[in-house]
């Protein structure tokens, strides 16, 4: 069974920059989420998806951060423009279901603003 | 608000012996707990799971305590091996539905 994928690995651009990452969950995972882990720190849920529906963003900076999964499989999160505390790994999970306790990650994307 | 705590950023085992590392938390509702290790440009991946009705779960070599009046549970390692090296969190739930709460992890060291 393949693993969640994510690209790219690693990404270093400027602060105003965009930047965006791409997450193909496990096959038939129908909950996708994204995770934002700064340094030192465990990983903080961003956005949870059902299918193509979002469930949680509550701790999404909106003003800055947007995510769409639109067929309910892959799902791409973007950042415009960047700030320096964007610093970090992204990681994206997925689960058979929503609330099922298992979360499966992928390698995560390590973002550098300059 | 810190909900879920690991206080020791790092910790280091000699080979063969136990590691036991420690979680607490604030919130008296979170009902499930799981472990996660991160291996270094890995994604952290699922080790043992703890509901809040039962207060020891076992998988092989890994064994988490749960102690809810002390809001603090405990995974202990035995024997620890070098693969064991890695970053461990500590994951929180309130209810089922909810989204887990994770800790800031701690870098365990396994020396040959």
């Known amino acids: 069974e393949a693993g969640v994928a994510q690209s790219p690995r690693y990404k270093i651009i400027e602060k105003r920059q965009s930047v965006a990452f791409w997450c193909n969950p496990i096959?038939?995972?129908?909950?996708l989420y994204w995770y934002q882990q700064i340094l030192g720190q465990g990983p903080k849920l961003l956005i949870q998806f059902q299918n193509n529906g979002v469930v949680d963003d509550s701790q999404l900076p909106k003003d800055r951060f947007s995510a769409e999964r639109l067929k309910g499989v892959d799902s791409t999160l973007k950042i415009q423009p960047a700030k320096l505390e964007d610093s970090a790994v992204y990681l994206c999970?997925?689960?058979?279901?929503?609330?099922?306790?298992?979360?499966?990650f992928g390698a995560g994307t390590r973002l550098s603003v300059l | 608000d810190q909900q879920v705590k690991q206080n020791s950023p790092s910790l280091s085992v000699q080979e063969g012996r136990i590691s036991i590392l420690n979680c607490d938390y604030t919130n008296s509702m979170f009902d499930y707990f799981l472990w996660y290790k991160k291996y270094p440009a890995e994604g952290p991946t699922f080790l043992i799971s703890i509901s809040s009705i039962k207060d020891k779960n076992e998988d092989g070599r890994f064994t988490v305590f749960l102690n809810k009046s002390a809001k603090h549970l405990s995974l202990h390692i035995v024997p620890s091996q070098p693969g064991d090296s890695a970053v461990y969190f500590c994951a929180a739930r309130r209810n089922y539905g909810q989204n887990f709460v994770f800790g800031p992890g701690t870098r365990l060291s396994v020396l040959p």
């Open positions: 096959s038939g995972h129908a909950t």
């Open positions: 999970a997925s689960s058979l279901v929503k609330g099922k306790n298992i979360q499966y």
